[in-house]
């Protein structure tokens, strides 16, 4: 592939010498970013060099440049592929949801309850799971105008509460969900 090309024609340093380590980073950052084919690593450098550079500390011995990049792929996978995998991932979302317009909202609060689950509030993580399934049958498109009533009067919708209401209006105002932006950030 381009990337293990690349990586071949590389001035590549000694890595068994730790001051060498930092070289070889930067010079794996440039073949990761620069081609057509990107690694998905973190968009802030200086955190994609840290990721780089800790591959180094798992290694007994001197390691290869395709042999880096080799664990960099392994780790971080390749963007087009993962972008392509979230559309599929999106997509099936539509056809499993009775609105394919609530698709991103659904994918938000699914998203959501992993985060939750992954940081051990299984609580929190249960109820926004519900609120996923209550969306996914939902038979009408979830708008600003609307999404309140979700929680209360007499269109109320069962396990959609006013701080769900709130989440699903910000992510339809704003395409973000604060609460999911923090827990993604403790994530990574």
Known sequence: SE????????????????????KACVLMYEVCTSGSVKIDLPED??????????????????????????????????????????AKQKEALAAGCECAANAAVLQAFQELSELYFKGGNSN?????????????GLDFEITVGNVMGLSKGPNKVANIG???????????????MQKLEEKRMLAA
């Open 3 to 22: 990337l293990l090309q690349a990586a071949e024609k590389l001035d590549w340093p000694d890595t068994s010498d730790p001051s060498q380590r930092k």
């Open 45 to 86: 450098q200086k955190k994609a060099k840290q990721k780089i550079f800790g591959l180094f500390s798992t290694a007994s011995g001197p390691l290869t440049a395709t042999e880096v990049l080799g664990l960099v792929v392994k780790e971080y996978g390749i963007a087009t592929a993962k972008a392509e995998a979230k």
């Open 124 to 136: 929190a993580g249960i109820s926004a799971k519900k609120v996923a399934t209550a969306i996914q």
């Open 162 to 176: 006013k701080s769900s209401a709130d989440k699903i209006k910000e992510f339809l105002s704003t395409g973000k």
